[in-house]
């Protein structure tokens, strides 16, 4: 990859360093956000070895300084929620854009990773739908359990399947192949049926 590649990636990581918000992985506490795009790169290029820049960047930048915009400070419905949703999606955009910039990339490669961060097309869109089905793997291999926890069994089959339904098959069959929890596993297969 490019040295602006490297810095574009370090920049990011920089930003997302500052979340306040933990996690612990292997014993270690580590900022929430850093994790998840360390995360989303390595399922990313688990799952497609040849992702372009433009696709890794907005994998790496998907959740770029998400603690900003705090979920709390929408309504608690579903026109709040994709309210914050999108808003979120704008920020990201913007933060990430900026970055690029800064490291020179130029308006095109910048206008693609901000799009592919939007999410708009991904049904239409193969590095989208890629990003899509990414940020969906991710998820139920390191957030759904603890999500579980949260909420009834109708709510997490609701749930699994609205994440199925925007995935391709090939994330359908990688995501079988996630370890689960025997729980888990039963809710999918419920999910499924």
């Given at each position: 990859?490019?040295?602006?590649?490297?810095?574009?990636?370090?920049?990011?990581?920089?930003?997302?360093?500052?979340?306040?918000?933990?996690?612990?992985?292997?014993?270690?506490?580590?900022?929430?956000?850093?994790?998840?795009?360390?995360?989303?790169?390595?399922?990313?290029?688990?799952?497609?070895?040849?992702?372009?820049?433009?696709?890794?960047?907005?994998?790496?930048?998907?959740?770029?300084?998400?603690?900003?915009?705090?979920?709390?400070?929408?309504?608690?419905?579903?026109?709040?929620?994709?309210?914050?949703?999108?808003?979120?999606?704008?920020?990201?955009?913007?933060?990430?854009?900026?970055i690029?910039?800064?490291?020179?990339?130029?308006?095109?490669?910048?206008?693609?990773?901000?799009f592919?961060?939007?999410?708009?097309?991904?049904?239409?869109?193969?590095?989208?739908?890629?990003?899509?089905?990414?940020?969906?793997?991710?998820?139920?291999?390191?957030?759904?359990?603890?999500?579980?926890?949260?909420?009834?069994?109708?709510?997490?089959?609701?749930?699994?399947?609205?994440?199925?339904?925007?995935?391709?098959?090939?994330?359908?069959?990688?995501?079988?192949?996630?370890?689960?929890?025997?729980?888990?596993?039963?809710l999918?297969?419920?999910?499924?049926?």
């Open positions: 990859m490019s040295a602006k590649f490297e810095q574009a990636i370090a920049l990011i990581d920089e930003k997302n360093a500052q979340d306040l918000n933990r996690e612990i992985d292997n014993g270690k506490s580590v900022p929430k956000e850093l994790l998840y795009s360390q995360r989303m790169t390595a399922c990313l290029l688990d799952y497609m070895p040849t992702a372009s820049e433009a696709l890794q960047i907005a994998a790496r930048a998907q959740h770029i300084c998400r603690w900003e915009i705090p979920r709390n400070e929408y309504p608690m419905t579903k026109a709040g929620y994709m309210n914050w949703r999108n808003d979120l999606k704008k920020m990201h955009a913007n933060l990430a854009g900026d690029l910039e800064s490291v020179g990339y130029d308006s095109e490669f910048v206008e693609r990773v901000q592919l961060i939007s999410k708009k097309s991904f049904k239409k869109d193969p590095d989208s739908q890629t990003l899509e089905d990414v940020v969906c793997l991710v998820f139920l291999q390191y957030y759904f359990e603890d999500f579980a926890t949260k909420h009834d069994n109708e709510k997490l089959i609701d749930i699994l399947q609205k994440t199925w339904n925007k995935m391709s098959d090939a994330a359908h069959k990688n995501a079988l192949t996630i370890p689960f929890s025997e729980d888990t596993a039963d999918i297969k419920q999910a499924l049926a």
